[in-house]
């Protein structure tokens, strides 16, 4: 059998484990609108398992023996796919086995093992200035063609979005939840995510955001409309 072979026999045993565990059979499951349906664990497993394949693709060659093995994007992927599988599966915070110490000590112990064997980190690249106003140019010429309202809102929150995660040097998953209690305008802006009130005067929870109207640039504080 095939690489393609195993893959497909691989897909329908975890189909058919999934429905067990979720009381999915043939379309229907038990009294709950949560089990999902048969067509809607196809579609997941069909999605995870093409993006499983392509991170177990990711491969490093070590300088020391010519060996290829898999890369540390790789691991890190799979575990997360895992993590996200389980995670729907019922398993949730410290019941998840792909959070489990095991798995974060060998994450951590095949990073060493890699720079031990002369693999080097190969860094983000950067996002310069040049690219974020030709992203914000590109944004800003959506938002004048656009005439769908739900359309012309998400276009806005991108705006904001990515004006935010520059001026604050934030990534992504740490701005998700942001609201416009945590943000302060005026002279000096800031903001201040995930903390209360009562902690806004410590230095550490201050994050200072660009001041409306001092620069060619639009800002986030103009952008989310905060001023």
Same mark, same amino acid.
């Given at each position: ?41 196809? &579609? ?41 599988? /389980? ?25 060493? /093992? ?20 030709? *992203? ?27 004006? /935010? ?24 802006? &800031?903001? /201040? ?24 640039? *639009? ?9």
């Amino acid at each position: 059998m095939g690489l393609t072979g195993c893959r497909r026999e691989f897909q329908a045993r975890c189909q058919a484990h999934v429905r067990s565990v979720r009381g999915i059979q043939g379309g229907r499951g038990g009294d709950t609108g949560s089990v999902w349906s048969a067509a809607e664990t196809d &579609a997941l497993y069909a999605r995870a398992l093409t993006e499983f394949g392509e991170m177990a693709e990711r491969k490093e060659v070590l300088p020391s023996t010519g060996k290829t093995v898999a890369s540390a994007s790789a691991v890190k992927g799979v575990v997360k796919d895992l993590t996200k599988t /389980y995670t729907l599966l019922g398993y949730a915070g410290h019941e998840n086995p792909a959070k489990s110490e095991a798995v974060k000590s060998f994450r951590d112990g095949y990073e060493r /093992y890699l720079h031990d064997e002369g693999v080097k980190v190969q860094r983000a690249k950067v996002f310069t200035e040049a690219k974020l106003d030709a *992203l914000l140019a590109f944004l800003a010429d959506r938002l004048k063609q656009e005439m769908d309202a739900l359309e012309l809102c998400t276009l806005l929150m991108d705006q904001a979005a990515v004006l /935010y995660l520059w001026e604050s040097l934030a990534r992504g998953k740490e701005c998700g939840a942001l609201s416009a209690r945590e943000i302060e305008g005026g002279a000096a802006p &800031a903001a /201040y995510p995930g903390w209360s009130k009562t902690v806004r005067q410590e230095p550490s929870a201050r994050i200072p955001l660009a001041q409306a109207g001092m620069g060619v640039r *639009l800002t986030f504080i103009e952008a989310a409309a905060l001023r």
